[in-house]
């Protein structure tokens, strides 16, 4: 109780030095509370959807695989052929007559479609949430209703949901065009049907059910599925048992062509998907809130040495009077706790009000999110406490130890005087230096052999390793790189503010474990930063490389969105002026069989024989040409050399939905590159042959080449002919190399970002230092003063410590940074990254940066000191 009551005390006595420390705890327990708030608002929202979306039973085409593929292969079909798979019509009255069934209803939906306004303007989201087009059904009344207008009675009738319509403007009457495979068709907006439920942002559009099947299947006749209502006292288990039996299914999930799913079946396959990007986004948050939480535990080490040591004195009567050491270190410790407490409650609060934060921001870009579905599991608020906590006493658990230690007569000392020149502290040093040295040169070995494997895999394993233990031997021999580092940083920038620089320089010199610790909280971030900012650069680089080897088109066609190029668009691109050529370019599953015996699933990349002129492949043997004759293809050399396949061997090439062929290898192509690597050819006339006209894939992309000398003239032709198809962008390869540029761009602005929140905990330790070092050396201020010294050189002296210290950091963690970039660089070469690009205008910037924000993190710092009194000062025990 003693130890408890002193422990209060002291925490009360002294909040305001370890105010920063709690702010960063604060900040840090925030972005993991934030984020695990955010991301369980999402799960709830979409389970809401799903759940209440569900039918009690969905009747569905299976997997063409085959059973336990389940949505994969219906997914595939409609990126595929650009129009999901269908059952008879014939089946609905079936499912309506099995036992249970209070009623059945055919189903039919389509993401594969672009709806666009009478200025051709797509209606579709912008966050990356899909466009549904779908027949409006009985069902559909779970989660909607009608709020305005009518429902779809007609092929000119579309009813859209509310939040499209309110986005886009659109009103009872106004025109839209929809966009699928099987052609355009306009209709007017006849209703607007509000959702009962949070939308996270899918537009959605409903039409009758005879205007759908026509317009989205291609044919009246078809449903994608089937929804089944049970009757009053009937489970969903036994509605699905009753359904298959009807259908004369043996089993209920892909068997005889049909997959049945209850509503809480369905509702998780739903969910599976969305949880799986959910989870990604999730981890990668809380990877760096982990790295924020590293950076603080630097922070709260040097609160509390600073602390124990201004308290030397305090401690040494303690012990007089009778106090152990286990009693000292034991009411550090609960200091530390406190801190944590009051840290982790207010982050935790803070992540609540984080997470509304993102929700806002979110539904600003298109996603939405209702503060309604907020989601605050008991695991969140006990994890940021844990969190908080347990780094807490982490950090606080040496200078606790070093408390203990204190004997009653090293405490009649003057307060804050070290024993770094003690035979202990040199011993330490020593050991420090031994530590540091190894784990750095353990850390350079394993970055060397990541640089220099094989196998990408492997040399990830090593990059990992190496990463970790040059950033550990980094932290741990930091102290003893203070001297040399600050010095030549004195040498540069501080000489040449006289006197004032030379104590600046010596104050930071004067306790290298302090500033070594301080530096360090800010090398990590600015690693991270450098290490992201050269792999980021050099990824830009490669693949600009690649474009100019490899890409001989002059054009590429493609939607953002993964959508199949529609036949309306292929046939307003080959009339576009100025083309020489169009390449078609899809996927065609198959199972290839080599002379080997060996069976292997792949997808054939089958073009028009202008595809040779468009990407420029080296071949190893035969002639690539060939490979779009007639009953030919090509192989990569890595699957030739592993089967033993050589040019003029035939391969069993069994089509998805076809039929079988024996294909001849015409040529063999080099995986040395980063474009079609591994890439098996073939000719879309083949595929044409042996798959039926209704089941050729559409295709993904295409490219075209102008005729000389008209490539400005064609570039504008083609983006004309293809303005009534906004899902298209139209790029050359400038605008190709552009787009890459951004979208690493955009990458990395997101990560920077993210470790925003490290290099602030960062600064804050800065501040923490500089504000504790003042109240440590009030006397040495006061005596300065007193001989002559003015507030504003003082001032001088204190931002010009603060910024050599940043600066050193920011030295060694760009180093490390750079080092870590160029390994990985290396490693990556494996994968296509072969250019190796230091970006030195950014690394420059942040250089300079880092002095700037060591010079506002010793303002608040530096004005405290300018305004002591002498006297006072002086008098300070």
Do not use: C
């Not at 739903?270 to 590293?294: H, N, Q, T």
């Not at 390793?465 to 010095?487: D, K």
């Not at 007639?630 to 990569?636: D, F, K, R």
């Amino acid at each position: 109780m003693t130890v408890l009551k002193t422990s209060f005390r002291n925490f009360l006595a002294h909040k305001g030095r370890m105010a920063l420390s709690a702010v960063a705890v604060l900040l840090s327990v925030a972005f993991v509370s934030g984020t695990l708030v955010f991301t369980d608002t999402m799960n709830t929202t979409f389970d809401k959807l799903f759940a209440a979306s569900a039918p009690d039973l969905t009747v569905s085409p299976a997997s063409a695989e085959g059973e336990g593929e389940g949505d994969a292969g219906n997914d595939d079909e409609i990126s595929a052929t650009g129009r999901p798979e269908a059952l008879p019509a014939s089946l609905v009255p079936k499912v309506a007559a099995a036992d249970g069934v209070a009623s059945a209803e055919g189903l039919v939906t389509s993401m594969a479609v672009t709806v666009v306004d009478a200025d051709d303007k797509n209606l579709g989201p912008t966050s990356g949430a899909p466009t549904i087009a779908s027949n409006w059904t009985s069902n559909d009344l779970r989660s909607m209703e009608v709020s305005s207008g009518h429902a779809p009675r007609g092929p000119t009738d579309v009813m859209v949901d509310a939040g499209t319509a309110e986005k886009h403007g659109l009103k009872l009457g106004d025109e839209v065009r929809t966009i699928s495979v099987t052609g355009d068709f306009t209709a007017q907006v006849s209703g607007i049907a509000s959702f009962t439920i949070t939308n996270p942002g899918a537009a959605v559009f409903f039409y009758d059910t005879a205007t759908a099947q026509r317009e989205l299947l291609g044919a009246e006749g078809r449903f994608t599925g089937i929804s089944a209502t049970a009757e009053p006292g009937v489970s969903h288990e036994q509605l699905k048992k009753n359904v298959a039996e009807a259908l004369g299914v043996p089993g209920s999930a892909g068997a005889g062509g049909y997959r049945l799913q209850t509503q809480a079946e369905a509702a998780d396959s739903m969910s599976e998907d969305v949880s799986g990007f959910l989870d990604v986004m999730k981890y990668a948050m809380l990877g760096f809130a982990g790295i924020a939480l590293l950076v603080g535990v630097f922070l709260i080490v040097n609160t509390f040495s600073m602390l124990v040591a201004q308290r030397t004195r305090e401690i040494g009567l303690m012990r007089a009077v009778g106090a152990s050491r286990t009693q000292v270190n034991r009411s550090v410790l609960v200091e530390a706790v406190l801190l944590g407490v009051v840290g982790s409650v207010t982050g935790v609060a803070a992540g609540v009000g984080l997470a509304v934060g993102l929700m806002e921001l979110m539904s600003s870009m298109g996603m939405e999110l209702s503060t309604q579905d907020l989601t605050v599991k008991w695991t969140t608020p006990a994890v940021g406490l844990f969190l908080g906590i347990a780094v807490t006493l982490f950090a606080a658990y040496v200078p606790a130890r070093r408390a203990g230690k204190v004997s009653p007569m090293a405490a009649l000392r003057d307060a804050g005087t070290g024993s770094a020149d003690s035979v202990d502290g040199r011993r330490a040093g020593r050991v420090r230096a031994a530590v540091g040295l190894a784990l750095t040169v353990a850390g350079a070995a394993a970055l060397w052999t990541a640089a220099r494997a094989d196998q990408a895999a492997e040399g990830s394993l090593y990059l990992a390793a190496g990463v970790v233990l040059t950033l550990v031997g980094f932290v741990v021999v930091g102290p003893l790189l203070v001297g040399g580092v600050v010095r030549v940083l004195g040498a540069v920038v501080l000489r040449v503010f006289g006197p004032v620089g030379r104590m600046a320089e010596r104050n930071a010199l004067r306790n290298p474990r302090r500033t070594g610790a301080t530096g360090a909280a800010l090398m990590i971030g600015l690693a991270l930063v450098a290490g992201m900012s050269v792999v980021g650069s050099s990824m830009v680089a490669s693949a600009t490389d690649e474009l100019d080897r490899s890409v001989g088109a002059d054009f590429i066609v493609r939607s953002a969105g993964g959508q199949p190029v529609v036949p309306q668009a292929r046939a307003a691109m080959e009339k576009s002026p100025g083309l020489a050529h169009v390449t078609a370019l899809t996927l065609a599953d198959a199972t290839v069989t080599a002379p080997d015996g060996t069976r292997e699933k792949t997808r054939l990349q089958a073009a028009d024989p202008t595809y040779v002129q468009d990407i420029r492949r080296e071949t190893v043997a035969g002639d690539l040409h060939a490979a779009y004759g007639t009953n030919a293809m090509s192989v990569g050399d890595a699957y030739a050399a592993k089967h033993g396949v050589k040019v003029g061997d035939t391969l069993t090439v069994a089509f998805r939905h076809g039929r079988t062929a024996q294909l001849k290898v015409a040529a063999i192509t080099s995986d040395d590159s980063s474009v079609d690597k591994g890439a098996k050819y073939t000719a879309l006339a083949t595929v044409e042959q042996y798959v039926p006209a209704d089941r050729v894939p559409a295709p993904l992309l295409l490219l075209a080449q102008a005729r000389d000398g008209e490539e400005a003239a064609a570039y504008a032709a083609l983006k004309d002919a293809l303005g009534k198809y906004p899902q298209y962008s139209v790029r050359d390869q400038t605008d190709y190399k552009e787009e890459l540029q951004s979208q690493v761009g955009q990458l990395l602005n997101i990560v920077y970002g993210l470790l925003a929140l490290a290099i602030i905990v960062a600064v804050l330790g800065v501040v923490n230092t500089l504000a504790l070092s003042v109240v440590e050396r009030t006397r040495e201020i006061g005596l300065l003063r007193a001989v002559g010294l003015s507030r504003r050189q003082l001032r001088r002296m204190i931002r010009l410590e603060s910024v050599v210290i940043a600066l050193f950091g920011a030295l060694l963690g760009l180093a490390l940074g750079l080092v870590w970039g160029t390994a990985a660089q290396k490693l990556l070469v494996l994968e296509g990254l072969t250019v190796l690009d230091v970006p030195w205008p950014t690394i420059l910037t942040v250089f300079a940066g880092s002095a700037l924000v060591g010079l506002l993190a010793a303002l608040v710092p530096a004005f405290r000191a300018g305004r002591m009194n002498v006297l006072n000062a002086i008098a300070t025990e």
